[in-house]
């Protein structure tokens, strides 16, 4: 059974950092593209950031360059998302998601299949 499941949300104040997590079960990560994505109320879903299976390459969206590194440690079948100097507007839930590549497949064309249930993030002084 595919499982994703993503933490390391919480509460910070802007300016701060967080390290997002993404656990997958049920498949190996190593075959696949994955990606980070965020949805806050009222606003249209992002891919964030994503990151290549097979040469490390990654993709960021212009909000988070510069901010946001993506990272995979396959042995631990995990994809990092490390976020620093967060604002306001970073404030969403965030889901990591396996797909296919190129990159933008995923980040920009949203192809992907299965999700997990999201981590909250809040930035706010």
């Known amino acids: 059974q595919v499982q994703l499941v993503e933490s390391g949300g919480g509460l910070v104040q802007p300016g701060g950092s967080l390290r997002l997590s993404c656990a997958a079960s049920?498949?190996?990560?190593?075959?696949?593209?994955i990606g980070w994505f965020r949805q806050a109320p009222g606003k249209e879903r992002e891919g964030v950031s994503c990151?290549?299976?097979?040469?490390?390459?990654?993709y960021y969206a212009d909000s988070v360059k510069g901010r946001f590194t993506i990272s995979r440690d396959n042995a631990k079948n995990t994809v990092y998302l490390q976020m620093n100097s967060l604002k306001p507007e970073d404030t969403a839930v965030y889901y990591c998601?396996?797909?296919?590549?190129?990159?933008?497949?995923?980040?920009?064309?949203?192809?992907?299949?299965?999700w997990g249930q999201g981590t909250q993030v809040t930035v706010s002084s």
């Open positions: 998601a396996p797909g296919p590549l190129p990159l933008f497949r995923l980040c920009v064309l949203y192809e992907y299949d299965y």
């Open positions: 049920g498949f190996t990560l190593d075959y696949y593209a």
């Open positions: 990151i290549s299976s097979s040469d490390g390459s990654t």
